[in-house]
């Protein structure tokens, strides 16, 4: 293969270069295998395998940590499922060979969720991982894993499953660079809480053969191969980024908190330890993806007091449960729904569980007095200012004084001037405000180009909330991706955003880029990236004007 450049999303930052490695293949079963044991014999061995799978993703989770633990526990509990062995006899029955009848009791499997899409269609990864386990333990071949040459590499793979990157820490793994998956998928949001740079949406990887030096931007989303890649030393790694000390401040001295987002306790914890001013989203859903019964006021309120005594005297901004779409909770049925990603989901499911919200507020009010310390409150998928005043009114009732609401769909960014006099502060999530902006599935890698941040239009509306925010004096965050591109970072607060909130792994590059600028310099990049012609275009022209304001020869 030729040396040049390639792309995909970059999805978690950094950079980093070693010979690419390939995941090894998993063992292919096919109908045409021979059948060498009775259907029931064949059966005890693949209830003997799954076990042995779920048992060890199990081991895996107590071992692993945040986002990663709770993955594979998800997956040990697929493994563990009665059903799969289920569906795995009839295929036995109608005359499967072993290991192939596993395959197609998992790929039935796969192809609900695939039907259902969104968060659900990114577990198939997890479950095809469950079935090449399994299928090698019956054939009696090791298992697939990550390699261990010994010296740095950069992981391919067509997607990696949550298996695979529980074993990345502490690897020889300095990059990731998969074939499919979107911003969302697994790759994507276990790369970031590991400090990986990741390449996802990659098509041209696939192409790449093992041993060639890649250079992998996890910011830009650039892959460089061969001599394109540069000198490639064994024991590169991820480029160092600088400690971020302080708060973080524009040139001139303009405060811009710089947060974090945190989904788990664990997220929480790490997070705490880092410079990070405090908490800018706590994906409270994250907790209870896969419960079936609803969690308790008191579980509820020992874990957001954990996180509030976690940072001290830094804020801490609870996002009630973002239930529905992508991230359906079993304990809140929403029925079957034609397009979800458009139906009851955020807010919308207070109405359908009133009872729900008003527990998570009591909760949330209740740790605060045992934690000692304020705590912030907001809820996502506002589209109206009735349904923002709705809320406010409800969060008071429960005793909680600062109060705010997520700008996520484009009306609430139209009529943010309303919204902004019935709130304390507002959050724009720019993950899904990109989704509706744009009409383009999040999760699908395939629409990257439109779910691009830069989007002039996305960038439109955020300058609307902005400049509503600032007539009234009031705060607007951004914590949605879009805050982890410290370039994009910079045209944010020159859009009027006040607030940052990312992974810490992306804060110390946000910190540093912005204590070069001043808000002035912000505010020329920011209209220098509003101008015509694209995202691409405006990003351009944004990194001209940014590296005319540092005196960057051209
Ligand atoms: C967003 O939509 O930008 C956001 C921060 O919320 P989530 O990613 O959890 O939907
Ligand atoms: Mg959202």
């Known amino acids: 293969m030729k040396a040049g450049t390639i792309h995909g999303l970059g999805v978690s930052p950094g950079v980093a270069r070693a010979p690419l490695a390939r995941l090894a293949p998993p063992v292919v079963t096919s109908r045409a295998d021979p059948v060498t044991e009775e259907p029931e014999a064949a059966l005890a061995r693949v209830e003997w395998a799954l076990g042995a799978v779920a048992a060890e993703m199990a081991e895996r989770a107590e071992r692993a940590e945040g986002v990663a633990a709770d993955i594979l526990s998800t997956t040990s509990a697929m493994a563990g499922d009665p059903s799969l062995v289920a569906a795995a006899g009839e295929q036995l029955r109608a005359g499967s060979p072993t290991g192939h ?3 197609l009791a998992v790929e039935s499997f796969c192809a609900q969720l695939e039907a259902h899409g969104g968060y659900l269609a990114e577990r198939v990864t997890d479950l095809r991982d469950i079935a090449a386990r399994a299928v090698a333990l019956l054939a009696g071949v090791p298992m697939p894993g990550v390699p261990a040459p010994g010296h740095p590499i950069v992981l391919t793979a067509r997607d990696l499953s949550p298996a695979d990157t529980a074993t990345l820490a502490g690897s020889d793994v300095v990059a990731l660079l998969t074939e499919e998956g979107g911003p969302t998928s697994h790759t994507a949001i276990l790369a970031k809480s590991l400090g990986l740079p990741a ?15 890649v250079l992998v931007d996890g910011s ?11 000198s490639v030393q064994l024991g590169a790694t991820a480029l160092a980024v600088p400690a971020a000390p302080g708060p973080g401040r524009t040139r001139d001295d303009v405060a811009v908190a710089l947060l974090s987002n945190v989904g788990t306790l664990a997220d929480a914890h790490a997070a705490a330890a880092t410079d990070s001013e405090g908490v800018g989203l706590f994906r409270t859903e994250f907790l209870f993806l896969g419960r079936r019964t609803e969690p308790s006021a008191d579980e509820q309120t020992e874990v957001y007091a954990e996180v509030l005594r976690a940072f001290g005297e830094r804020p801490v901004l609870v996002r009630t449960l973002d239930a529905g779409s992508d991230k359906p909770l079993p304990f809140l049925p929403l029925g079957e729904e034609e397009n979800p990603a458009l139906g009851v989901r955020g807010l919308r499911t207070s109405t359908i569980y009133p009872e729900a919200l008003g527990e998570q507020l009591t909760a949330i009010a209740k740790a605060a007095r045992s934690a000692g310390r304020p705590v912030r409150v907001m809820a996502p998928m506002v589209a109206t200012a009735e349904e923002a005043a709705a809320f ?22 139209l009529r943010a001037d309303e919204l902004l006099d019935v709130v304390d502060f507002v959050s724009i999530g720019t993950n899904d405000l990109g989704q509706y902006t744009m009409a383009a599935d ?5 629409l990257g180009h439109l779910l691009d941040p830069w989007q002039p239009a996305l960038l439109d509306l955020i300058a609307m909330v902005g400049a509503e925010g600032r007539e009234r004096g009031k ?6 991706e879009a805050a982890s591109d410290p370039l994009l970072a910079a045209v ?47 990003r351009a022209r944004a990194r001209k004007a940014r590296d005319e304001r540092w005196g960057v020869p051209a």
């Open 492 to 538: 944010l607060v020159g859009l009027g955003v006040t607030s940052l909130s990312m992974a810490p792994v992306s804060r110390p590059a946000v910190h540093a880029e912005l204590a070069g600028l001043s808000v002035e310099d912000c505010v020329a990049i920011a209209r220098a990236a509003r101008g015509v012609g694209g995202a691409a275009a405006g």
């Open 101 to 103: 009848a596993v395959t």
């Open 392 to 413: 406010v009114a409800t969060a008071r009732a429960h005793g909680l004084d600062d109060i705010g609401v997520m700008i996520e769909v484009p009306a609430a960014a």
């Open 220 to 230: 830009t989303g650039e892959v460089r191969i061969g001599a394109d890649a540069g």
């Open 442 to 446: 999040r999760a699908a890698g395939a």
């Open 475 to 480: 705060p607007v965050g951004v914590c949605g």
């Open 199 to 213: 390449v996802v949406g990659c098509r041209g990887a696939a192409g790449i053969p093992a041993g060639v030096p």
